[in-house]
């Protein structure tokens, strides 16, 4: 079970945002890679890839955007928010099935 | 680039059936795990299906099992899930993934279920 939280957040243009993600179980494969990735999903689209494998940045994706965490705890960051950056945030592991997904938090801004 | 496109979806009575495909390029798709997932209307993403790059394992969500089946075409570059008894909750965007090295989502298809 991934527990997202807050549900929503209401942000003032250039301040930062917060969100965590807290997994069941951990996410740390054998492998030692962490699966664990944060997505994005604007109205009428699909998710698109900010961050995965806990904090590797998805190519274009912008710089005030970053993804910590380990084990079951984890973070997504949005240093200055942008208007562009409403929509619904969700993580996701993909450490073993089923592929199980955060509630999803919804950004606005003020 | 990793391309995933998704098409075959459309409106279905309850309890029809409907087959929708993923066509796959810009990587070697036989040797890459894949997945479906779908989201209701207004509703968070849930996993559907994985199957291995061979072709020889399968997995599903409890929701599916039985109704739904996963297979793909290494030949074609594509994947494929057959779906028999739809029902109205099986009503929601369907988007191919492949989730290795860097995720990837197709832009998905709409899969209707309503009389």
């Known amino acids: 079970v991934m527990t997202q939280t807050p549900p929503s957040l209401s942000v003032t243009p250039g301040q930062p945002a917060s969100i965590s993600c807290k997994s069941s179980?951990?996410?740390?494969?054998?492998?030692?890679?962490?699966?664990l990735s944060w997505y994005l999903q604007k109205s009428g689209q699909p998710p698109q890839l900010l961050i995965y494998?806990?904090?590797n940045r998805f190519a274009g994706v912008p710089d005030r955007f970053s993804g910590s965490g380990s084990g079951t705890d984890f973070t997504l960051k949005i240093s200055r928010v942008e208007a562009e950056d409403v929509g619904i945030y969700y993580c996701?592991?993909?450490?073993?099935?089923?592929?199980?997904f955060g509630g999803g938090t919804k950004v606005e801004i003020k | 680039e990793v391309q995933l496109v998704e098409s075959g979806g459309g409106l279905v009575q309850p309890g029809g059936t409907l087959r929708i495909s993923c066509a796959a390029s810009?990587?070697?798709?036989?040797?890459?795990?894949m997945y479906w997932v779908r989201q209701a209307p207004g509703q968070g993403p849930v996993w559907v299906s994985r199957?291995?790059?061979?072709?020889?394992?399968?997995r599903y969500a409890d929701s599916v099992t039985g109704r739904f089946t996963i297979s793909r075409d290494n030949a074609k570059n594509t994947l494929y899930l057959q779906m028999h008894s739809l029902r109205a909750d099986d009503t929601a965007i369907y988007y191919c993934?492949?989730?290795?090295?860097?995720?990837?989502w197709g832009q998905g298809t709409l899969v209707t279920v309503s009389s």
């Open positions: 993934l492949r989730l290795a090295p860097v995720p990837s």
């Open positions: 810009g990587f070697s798709f036989s040797n890459y795990w």
């Open positions: 199957i291995t790059p061979d072709g020889s394992d399968t």
């Open positions: 179980q951990s996410l740390l494969y054998s492998d030692g890679k962490t699966y």
């Open positions: 494998e806990v904090s």
């Open positions: 996701m592991q993909n450490v073993g099935l089923p592929l199980t």
